[in-house]
């Protein structure tokens, strides 16, 4: 199943409702939301800096990604970037494909 990285920043009333209900019971929201599209969450951190939390998971493909950034946006608690994941075996795949591309000017 492909993996993906999400940044999820909270809006004002998000982070109100963060501290009100706590972090687990947003980590169990998020685990109930990917499993909810057929996925898994592999991880959930809270953060500070350019993020608020990040979250590693599973999804049955891009389709379902979207729909579950989709749903925690339109909620107007928080926004999320998404980031696909993928493995070195899947890197040294894409080194061995041949490309047909020049640079401009070249």
Same mark, same amino acid.
């Given at each position: 199943?492909?993996?993906?990285?999400?940044?999820?920043?909270?809006?004002?009333? +998000?982070?109100?409702?963060?501290?009100?209900? +706590?972090?687990?019971?947003?980590?169990?929201?998020?685990?109930?939301?990917?499993? !909810?599209?057929?996925?898994?969450?592999?991880?959930?951190?809270?953060?500070? +800096?350019? !993020?608020?939390?990040?979250?590693?998971?599973?999804?049955?493909?891009?389709?379902?990604?979207?729909?579950?950034?989709?749903?925690?946006?339109?909620? +107007?608690?928080?926004?999320? !970037?998404?980031?696909?994941?993928?493995?070195?075996?899947?890197?040294?795949?894409?080194?061995?494909? !041949?490309?047909?591309?020049?640079?401009?000017?070249?």
């Amino acid at each position: 199943m492909p993996k993906y990285l999400v940044h999820v920043n909270y809006t004002p009333e +998000g982070a109100k409702g963060v501290h009100k209900e +706590g972090g687990s019971k947003r980590r169990t929201a998020a685990q109930a939301a990917a499993k !909810s599209l057929g996925g898994k969450m592999e991880a959930f951190y809270f953060t500070f +800096g350019k !993020s608020d939390a990040v979250v590693i998971a599973d999804m049955p493909d891009n389709a379902s990604a979207v729909a579950l950034c989709l749903a925690v946006t339109e909620s +107007g608690a928080a926004e999320t !970037s998404t980031t696909p994941l993928f493995t070195a075996e899947e890197m040294d795949e894409a080194c061995k494909k !041949s490309v047909g591309y020049r640079a401009p000017g070249k």
